[in-house]
Structures are given as C-alpha cells and as structure tokens.
C-alpha cells in the first residue's frame, strides 16, 4: 500500500524536476556577428526570361493535377526554371544570373501562382551571391509584389521584396519577359 501512495507522489516529483530543467521554445540572441545587421539597400534591375518553347526550354512541367488541363487557371501544373537573368529585354542582352527553383499554378479562380526560387547571381558585384523568392504572383496583375526571405554571400540575411511586370508574352509560345525591380535590405 505504502508503495502505491509513494509512486504518484515520486512521478510528480519527476515532472516538476523536468518541467523546471527545459529550455524555452524561443528566445532572441545577440547576432553573432555585428556585419550581420542590414547596412545598406540594394536595387536590382534586369529581366527575366521564361522560355517554354523551341530547341532549349528553360523551364520543365513535372506535375499536373487531376484536373490541369481543364481549368482555366492550369490549377496544379507544377514547373522548374533554370531562366536567365539579363541586363536588357532581348535575350542576347548580358546574363548576369539564372532564376532557378519553380513554380506552381496554386490558384483554381485566377491565373496566380506560387513561385519558390533563387536568384543566383553569377556577374558584376554580386557574382557568387543568391536571394530567396517566395511568394504569390498573380501573372495577370500589370505589377506584382513578391517578398524577397533570405539570401547567400552579399545578400546574408538579406530580406526585401520584388516587383515584377510583363514586359512581354508570346500567347502562341508561352514565353515570357518580366522586368525585376528588386530591393534587399543586407
């Protein structure tokens, strides 16, 4: 009997001791290192070439929906770039980097999409250096805003955002020019 009042008792114990011993779920830190703090804005401008047709596509469909090729929107189409970045609107522009990651038509109404891609950076200042797109892009809005969340090299912690227009759409082809205005904080 003394045994069975002894252990409630001995498990409360041990709650409480573990209870008190845990560390919390979060807590905020001094940075590691004072260059960690965002010093300056960077604007970037250049386009973005999304190319679905011809001898070298830069973009590849990997997954459709049950439904893609009915819908207006191609709900469920998913797709992965490796698209140039250039200077100028005309693909013999410089390449200064890719858009490499993908995208996903993630609304059933509208043609909007998910994009999740890095801008790798591969001339000029940044050469070496990539940020983090992620974000909805409603393709049919005249300007859309996507977040910038993170970055490598120069754009270390970098955070920001994106705005991006069609500059041009090949209805027949399905490529595509965007102009990127792009402002990270690093």
């Not at 011993?21 to 973005?48: D, G, I, N, R």
């Not at 999304?50 to 090729?69: E, F, H, M, Q």
């Amino acid at each position: 009997m003394a045994r069975l009042v002894l252990l409630p008792l001995f498990s409360a114990l041990l709650l409480a001791t573990a209870i008190t011993t845990s560390e919390a779920f979060s807590k905020t830190v001094k940075a590691p290192h004072q260059a960690h703090k965002p010093k300056k804005l960077t604007h970037l401008h250049f386009y973005f070439h999304d190319i679905v047709s011809g001898a070298k596509p830069t973009t590849a469909i990997v997954a459709v929906g049950p439904n893609t090729n009915t819908s207006a929107s191609a709900f469920g189409m998913v797709v992965v770039i490796d698209d140039p970045l250039t200077v100028g609107p005309e693909i013999t522009s410089e390449e200064v980097g890719r858009a490499q990651g993908m995208y996903a038509s993630a609304d059933q109404k509208s043609f909007g999409l998910f994009v999740a891609f890095n801008l790798v950076f591969t001339k000029g200042e940044f050469a070496g250096s990539t940020a983090s797109l992620y974000g909805r892009n409603p393709v049919m809005s005249k300007v859309r805003e996507m977040p910038i969340i993170a970055g490598t090299g120069a754009f270390r912690f970098g955070r920001g955002y994106a705005q991006a227009r069609t500059f041009k759409f090949n209805a027949t082809t399905g490529d595509a020019v965007v102009e990127y205005n792009v402002y990270i904080w690093h």
